[in-house]
C-alpha cells in the first residue's frame, strides 16, 4: 500500500519554463490537497479538490493550475516557472468516511523544486 | 493566512526531558490535529483532540485544548533523539462549502542525545 506517490522528487527548472508534478494516492480518497512550503511560512495551501472533475483555489494559487481527472491523480502544473515558486510541494489526501471532519491528512514525501 | 501559530519556533532538549510545544487559532473549531515532520519527508499525522475533549493521550504524547483561549498543547514526554522533527497543528477553516486544513508556522525540535 503505497499512500500518497509524488513524482519527480527533485526538479530544477529555468524561469519560463513548464511541468507538471504528479500526486497519485491509492486510498480511495475524495479530497486531495497541494501544498507549498517555504522556511519560515509553514504548508500554505495552493489548490485543492473535493471530488474528481472538481478543483477549487487555495491560499496561494497564483502561478499555478490543477487537474483532477481522475479520483486517483492530482496534477499541479506551473506553465511558466519563476524563482519565487521555488519550493518544496506537498501533496496530501483525505477520506470522506464518516466523522468526514475528523479524518487525518496523508502526505506525501514533497517535490522539491527550484528555479533559477 | 495561518490559522494555527505555533510556539515556540524552535526547541532544543536533551535526551530524556519532556517537550511542549503550543499552538493558538483565530476562530471556532471542530477538531484540532497535530502533525510531525521529520527532515525530508512529508508530514504525518500524530493525534486528534475534539473541540469537545479537554486532553487527549497516545503513548508518549499528551494533548490538551481550551477552547476559551483557542490554544492546544503538545507534550512530549521522556523525549528520543528520534523524536527529532517539526511540529505542525492543523485546524479546518471553512470556505466555499468545504473545510479546508490550515497549518500553522511549526515548531522545530532537536532532542541531544
Known amino acids: 500500500n503505497a499512500g500518497v506517490t509524488q513524482t519527480p522528487k527533485f526538479r530544477v527548472l529555468k524561469t519560463g519554463q513548464s511541468m507538471t508534478l504528479l500526486c497519485a494516492q491509492d486510498?480511495?480518497?475524495?479530497?486531495m490537497y497541494w501544498y507549498r512550503q517555504d522556511p519560515g511560512m509553514g504548508l500554505r495551501l495552493i489548490h485543492y479538490?473535493?471530488?474528481?472533475?472538481?478543483?477549487a483555489k487555495g491560499e496561494v494559487p497564483d502561478g499555478y493550475n490543477v487537474s483532477r481527472l481522475k479520483k486517483q491523480n492530482f496534477l499541479l502544473g506551473l506553465e511558466s516557472a519563476a524563482p519565487s515558486q521555488t519550493s518544496v510541494y506537498f501533496c496530501?489526501?483525505?477520506?470522506?468516511?464518516?466523522?468526514?471532519?475528523?479524518?487525518?491528512?496523508?502526505f506525501g514525501n514533497g517535490t522539491r523544486l527550484t528555479v533559477t | 493566512s495561518q490559522q494555527g501559530e505555533e510556539d515556540p519556533q524552535a526547541l532544543s532538549i536533551q535526551e530524556g526531558e519532556n517537550a511542549t510545544m503550543n499552538c493558538s487559532y483565530k476562530t471556532s473549531i471542530n477538531n484540532l490535529q497535530w502533525y510531525r515532520q521529520n527532515s525530508g519527508r512529508g508530514l504525518v499525522h500524530l493525534i486528534l483532540i475534539r473541540s469537545n475533549e479537554r486532553e487527549k493521550h497516545s503513548g508518549r504524547l499528551r494533548v490538551t485544548l481550551d477552547t476559551s483561549k483557542k490554544s492546544s498543547s503538545l507534550l512530549i514526554t521522556a523525549s528520543r533523539a528520534a523524536d527529532t522533527a517539526s511540529y505542525f497543528c492543523?485546524?479546518?477553516?471553512?470556505?466555499?462549502?468545504?473545510?479546508?486544513?490550515?497549518f500553522g508556522r511549526g515548531t522545530s525540535l532537536i532532542v541531544h542525545p
Open positions: 479538490s473535493v471530488g474528481e472533475g472538481t478543483t
Open positions: 486510498m480511495n480518497h475524495e479530497y
Open positions: 492543523a485546524t479546518l477553516h471553512a470556505s466555499g462549502g468545504s473545510y479546508i486544513p490550515t
Open positions: 496530501a489526501s483525505r477520506s470522506d468516511w464518516d466523522r468526514i471532519l475528523d479524518s487525518p491528512l496523508h
